[in-house]
């Protein structure tokens, strides 16, 4: 019993010792710096100036003469599809052509005949009159069978996709055997040599001021390589599924390296208005919301004092309200405070 008694007593005197030594915390001072704040995100490199090639009719797919990132110069053919039937619908009409010609030249014929008959008296006006009508007739029979055959010819050539002009195929969306339908894209294809880098922007990011104009590039498989762009247009729709916007931006400078389809990282960096931006560890939070712990210089006892966060970014908070400039706030170590706990400076301690 006497040394229980005496180990209670020990315990007693030992606590105010261990209460009143002070915690040795990190502290930051608050200050009014001008906030820039950095945004990055993933994008996709694509072609400034794009077309979808198409058949302009329908039909199966017999051969495919191009794959992604073949450069074509203008009249290459891309792809074509079975033309049995164009090719029927073609003999047919030079077929209808060949009589409507024959025709033709029989109706002259005809009228020159019943001209030179009227001429000596040995037929009649109506008989003339109507070797004219007939030619006129074959006249019309044949310049539809002309239009006719052209018709088949152009119906035979659009079997065979071609490149409207020198492009570079940045997407094959076809393969032999496969039907397709009248203008369904089958290829993309990369007009020129200038490219954009396309972003899918948070909504959220775009309030406000907007998008910054200048932007940093750099692919994501090269970090190293860095180059410059420009925003160029904000679609003025929300992607009802992420809630982004597709934000175009235009590369300046590309390296030779980079091509359509690549992944990029973009950063932009926008000047607002000057903010007190604290540590993440600084952050403490009550009832009443987000809160720090402030020393008191003289006592050096904390107080927890409640903010107003303007917004959370990675590493840090950026401040709406709350401190003044010069209040020393803790960080490490904020989480074993208590309001008048006594604290001592990092920095203080040898």
Partial sequence: MPKLHLMIALMMWLTPVYAETPLVVDVVTAQTTADMQQLALTGEIVARDALGASFASGG???EVFVDEGDTVSAGTSLARIESVQQEQ???SAEAGLATAEADQRQAVEDLKRQTSLLERGATTLI?????QDALNIAQGALTQAQAALDRAQKALDDTILLAPQDATV???????????????AVFQLALGEGIDAVFDVPEVLLTGEGPATAIELSLI???SVTFNGETREVSPLVDPTTGTVAVTVTVLDAPEIASYG???RGMATKQRAPHIVLPHSAMSVTVDGPAVWVVNPETM???LRQITVDRYETGRIVLAGGLEDGTLV???GAHLLYPGRLVQFAEDVK
């Fill in 60 to 62: 199966r797919v017999a």
């Fill in 89 to 91: 619908a073609l003999r």
């Fill in 127 to 131: 008989l003339r009159d109507n070797a």
């Fill in 170 to 184: 940045t997407e094959r969306a076809v393969e032999p055997g496969q039907v397709v339908s009248a203008a369904q």
């Fill in 221 to 223: 498989d090269r970090p």
């Fill in 262 to 264: 690549d992944a990029v």
């Fill in 301 to 303: 006892a904390v107080s």
């Fill in 330 to 332: 803790v960080t490490r």
